[in-house]
């Protein structure tokens, strides 16, 4: 093993303590890259649910009425815990998802700068004084922790979707249920070992793993948890919101996309292919907010495919991510292999010409060739449905007022790029696009300074932030009389 045995925990973290699954029951957790096991951990359900809520329940008091510097101090030694053993948990991190070890400890530091920031910004939750309408009456607006938040995660960054997360809650003065991807629970399992490390008071932070329909229903009905926060497919999304909804409880959703990356003609080309490999082949195409479709000007089309193959063929190297000089790990799965493989299939049947990749690489592991296909049309599934996977698809564009309509034209509106070097169309585009977070001549823009969240069906609140902090935060206003002023 490449990492401290120790953080392999076949065990769930509830109320500071490690426990089984009430049945006995586990989930095998394999490696992608390699189809060999790593571990079982519990397959837990309703019950063990109640228990970590009631958990987290008891923990919110003593964690709400510490000062925000109390906890700030707590959440830094968390952080401190986890710097202290980032190359284990990177290596960790590749083994159960499969991204290249250099993006696992990018991943893994982004992480502890969300929690990091939120250490701090929980110290700037600021309230009002409004002038009163009532001579002898004040009026006083502050702001309260929503209470216990449950929070279910994907496998795509199994470390900072759960810290950006943990990070904002904590710092709100909420304490947090966390149900991780039946793929990843690991990278999740270790922020308990990190918790114990740091000397957090159990009960704050409590992490199950099994049923995910039952952990999240019961998340929903519990009447001690108040807040869900998912990142996710739109299906599950939408299940959890109206679940939640039933409870009238506070909700945030990250889910799907379905990019546009935008290149027009008066665009740098050179930078606008390195936007478009980072974008589109980051974590080998599955983030929400990689490149789905690359729409690029006719009068660049040529020269940009040609430009956009070279840097494909000289950066994208498959493989084992635990090993030097690999960028392009295995999908995280068989389902995920063969949605992409359809969508090449799909696109190749409507007329898409391949210009490189389009099959499985390699015999264990599941790996799928960058690819590029050129000649896409709207009519094909990779215009319409998220790929989440190395497939780049470049369609032909004229007019700005066309490729507004095009990019637009999509249930999702979470991420778009664009490249240009007109200030004005800069604006005009800003201004028109139907999304949450824009990328103008920028590939990849996340930070923990700033919000992330989409809008349509690509979801509901942002992380991230100052604003991400109010999604854990309920505002209460009191009027003060009987002042005899
Ligand atoms: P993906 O397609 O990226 O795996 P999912 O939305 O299926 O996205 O999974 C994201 C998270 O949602 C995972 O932790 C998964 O276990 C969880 N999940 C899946 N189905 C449900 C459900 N019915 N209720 C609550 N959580 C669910």
């Not at 390699?34 to 964690?63: F, M, Q, Y």
């Not at 932070?205 to 039952?214: H, R």
């Not at 008066?266 to 292919?273: E, P, Q, R």
Request: aromatic letters at 8%.
């Amino acid at each position: 093993m490449s990492f401290d045995p120790a953080l392999i925990k076949n065990a769930n973290f509830i109320d500071g303590t490690w426990i089984s699954a009430n049945s006995g029951e586990t989930l095998g957790v394999t490696n992608p890259a390699t189809w060999e096991p790593i571990g079982e951990v519990p397959n837990c359900g309703r019950d063990e649910t109640k228990k970590a809520i009631s958990a987290a329940h008891k923990a919110l008091k003593p964690w709400k009425k510490l000062t925000a510097e109390a906890r700030s101090e707590h959440m830094h030694k968390l952080c401190d815990a986890i710097m202290e053993q980032i190359a284990d948990l990177a290596a960790l991190l590749t083994t159960e998802m499969g991204k290249p070890l250099a993006e696992a400890k990018g991943e893994i530091a982004l992480g502890v700068k969300y929690i990091r920031f939120y250490a701090e910004e929980g110290k700037r939750v600021y309230g009002d004084t409004i002038p009163s309408p009532w001579a002898d009456r004040r009026i006083l607006v502050t702001k309260e922790p929503v209470g216990v938040a449950g929070a279910i995660t994907p496998w795509n960054f199994p470390n900072s979707m759960i810290a950006r997360k943990l990070g904002a809650a904590l710092a709100a003065g909420c304490t947090i249920v966390i149900k991780p991807s039946e793929f990843t629970p690991y990278s999740a399992l270790a922020f308990g070992v990190m918790a114990e490390k740091a000397g957090l008071p159990g009960g704050v932070i409590n992490i199950l793993t099994g049923n995910a329909a039952e952990i999240g229903a019961e998340m929903c009905e519990n009447p001690d948890l108040r807040k869900i926060t998912f990142t996710g497919s739109t299906r599950v999304g939408k299940l959890l919101a109206a679940q939640a909804g039933q409870h009238m409880k506070k909700i945030s959703m990250e889910l799907g996309g379905n990019a546009p990356f935008i290149v027009f003609d008066d665009a740098d080309l050179d930078k606008a292919v390195a936007g478009a490999i980072a974008s589109k082949f980051r974590n080998s195409g599955q983030t929400c907010v990689c490149a789905n479709r690359i729409y690029v000007q006719a009068g660049v089309y040529e020269a940009f495919a040609e430009k956009l193959k070279a840097a494909m063929d000289a950066d994208l190297i498959p493989g084992n991510g635990l090993e030097t000089g690999i960028t392009q790990g295995p999908l995280i799965n068989e389902a995920a292999l063969e949605k992409v493989d359809s969508h090449v299939k799909d696109a190749l049947e409507k007329g898409g010409s391949l210009k490189a990749g389009g099959s499985r690489v390699g015999s264990a592991g599941t790996f799928f060739a960058p690819t590029l296909i050129a000649n896409a049309t709207p009519d094909m599934r990779v215009a319409q449905e998220e790929t989440f996977g190395p497939l780049a698809a470049l369609f032909k564009f004229e007019t700005e007022d066309e490729i507004v309509a095009l990019a637009n034209n999509t249930e999702y509106g979470l991420a778009c790029y664009f490249y240009t070097s007109d200030l004005g169309r800069s604006f005009r585009m800003m201004e028109q696009l139907e999304y949450g977070l824009v990328g103008v001549n920028e590939g990849v823009i996340t930070t923990e300074v700033a919000p992330f969240g989409g809008v349509k069906d690509s979801g509901i609140g942002n992380e991230g932030s100052k604003y991400g902090l109010d999604d854990y935060l309920n505002i209460k206003y009191s009027c003060i009389g009987g002042l005899g002023l």
